[in-house]
């Protein structure tokens, strides 16, 4: 299997992603989503994990094996957080591609969805825009990064049933201008697990 590359940084003071730079990105959030820093300026809980001198999330390591689990390299700057209540994906002109992911929403979307790969399939979504490069239509940025998620969760151990759960509970049952219905999005992730399968 290819070696899997993984930047890893936990940023300790997040001074904020530029707005401008952004050339694409997909949000996952729950409850409000993503506030990029707390009421003084500076994102205090970041510190928290980093006065740790480790990371004792499993987050990393979520991304480390999905990452082996597709084969591919990247080098993606992945920013574990507490207090943002989302995860994220985005890449930027210059090619450098972020992951940022909050350690209490992932908790809380377990709890939701009864099961831990809620929250590692959501990861697995993230990665999956960055695995397709955000290619597509709004509608088929989804889809694709669906795909990967049922693909990663299969390679990782996943049931089927746990694959779907989080898009199942959370996922919603209409189109939007941005995201495809729920229906649509299980047949991706579906169709991601069978041909992980199938690759064996
Ligand atoms: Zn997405």
């Given at each position: 299997?290819?070696?899997?590359?993984?930047?890893?940084?936990?940023?300790?003071?997040?001074?904020?992603?530029?707005?401008?730079?952004?050339?694409?990105?997909?949000?996952?959030?729950?409850?409000?989503?993503?506030?990029?820093?707390?009421?003084?300026?500076?994102?205090?809980?970041?510190?928290?994990?980093?006065s740790k001198q480790k990371d004792d999330t499993g987050i990393p390591e979520i991304?480390?094996?999905?990452?082996?689990?597709?084969?591919?390299?990247?080098?993606?700057?992945?920013?574990?957080?507490?207090?943002?209540?989302?995860?994220?994906?985005?890449?930027?002109?210059?090619?450098?591609?972020?992951?940022?992911?909050?350690?209490?929403?992932?908790?809380?979307?377990?709890?939701?969805?009864?099961?831990?790969?809620?929250a590692i399939s959501i990861i697995a979504h993230e990665l999956g825009h960055h695995?397709?490069?955000?290619?597509?239509?709004?509608?088929?940025?989804?889809?694709?990064?669906?795909?990967?998620?049922?693909?990663?969760?299969?390679?990782?151990?996943?049931?089927?049933?746990?694959?779907?759960?989080?898009?199942?509970?959370?996922?919603?049952?209409y189109d939007s201008e941005t995201h495809p219905n729920k229906r649509r999005r299980?047949?991706?992730?579906?169709?991601?697990?069978?041909?992980?399968?199938?690759?064996?």
């Amino acid at each position: 299997m290819t070696r899997t590359v993984l930047t890893l940084l936990i940023v300790m003071h997040f001074t904020g992603v530029s707005i401008a730079q952004r050339t694409h990105n997909c949000s996952y959030g729950i409850n409000g989503g993503w506030k990029i820093k707390s009421p003084d300026g500076r994102s205090l809980d970041v510190e928290e994990i980093i006065s740790k001198q480790k990371d004792d999330t499993g987050i990393p390591e979520i991304v480390r094996r999905s990452l082996e689990a597709v084969s591919k390299r990247m080098n993606l700057r992945l920013m574990v957080y507490v207090g943002q209540n989302n995860a994220e994906a985005w890449m930027y002109p210059s090619g450098e591609r972020l992951l940022l992911v909050d350690v209490g929403f992932c908790s809380r979307v377990n709890e939701m969805c009864d099961t831990r790969w809620a929250a590692i399939s959501i990861i697995a979504h993230e990665l999956g825009h960055h695995i397709s490069n955000f290619r597509g239509d709004a509608h088929q940025r989804e889809l694709s990064a669906d795909y990967w998620s049922g693909y990663i969760l299969q390679k990782l151990g996943a049931s089927e049933r746990s694959a779907t759960a989080a898009m199942s509970i959370i996922g919603s049952d209409y189109d939007s201008e941005t995201h495809p219905n729920k229906r649509r999005r299980i047949a991706q992730i579906r169709k991601g697990y069978a041909d992980a399968l199938s690759d064996g």
